[in-house]
């Protein structure tokens, strides 16, 4: 079964901090190849953090304040979001790499970052 349960958004002011979870299906995890993406009103959704056997990769966007990490006996990714801005409000989800719209994809959890 293919299932990943997001959680941990909530409302901070700028320069805040939060760390979402994601707990990942056996089927998933075992991909070794997962990311955090997010969703933005009126905007595509967009790949802000991945990791795979060779490390985690970001974009530019984020990088530097934001550190994916996992655990694998729990099947658990986190991603701890520091020095939060306003344009990183979205809703945040964690799926496979190179997910696309037909794949499952979860509830998500929303992010507001707002003074």
């Known amino acids: 079964q293919v299932r990943v349960v997001e959680s941990g958004g909530g409302s901070v002011q700028p320069g805040g901090s939060l760390r979402l979870s994601c707990v990942i299906s056996r089927t998933l995890f075992s991909l070794n190849a997962m990311g955090w993406y997010r969703q933005a009103p009126g905007k595509e959704r967009e790949l802000v953090a991945a990791?795979?056997?060779?490390?985690?990769n970001y974009a530019d966007s984020v990088k530097g304040r934001f550190t994916l990490s996992r655990d694998s006996a729990a099947r658990t990714m986190y991603l701890q979001m520091n020095d939060l801005k306003p344009e990183d409000t979205a809703v945040y989800y964690c799926?496979?790499?190179?997910?696309?719209?037909?794949?499952?994809w979860g509830q998500g959890t929303q992010v507001t970052v707002s003074a």
């Open positions: 799926n496979k790499l190179r997910a696309t719209r037909r794949d499952y």
């Open positions: 990791i795979t056997s060779d490390g985690g």
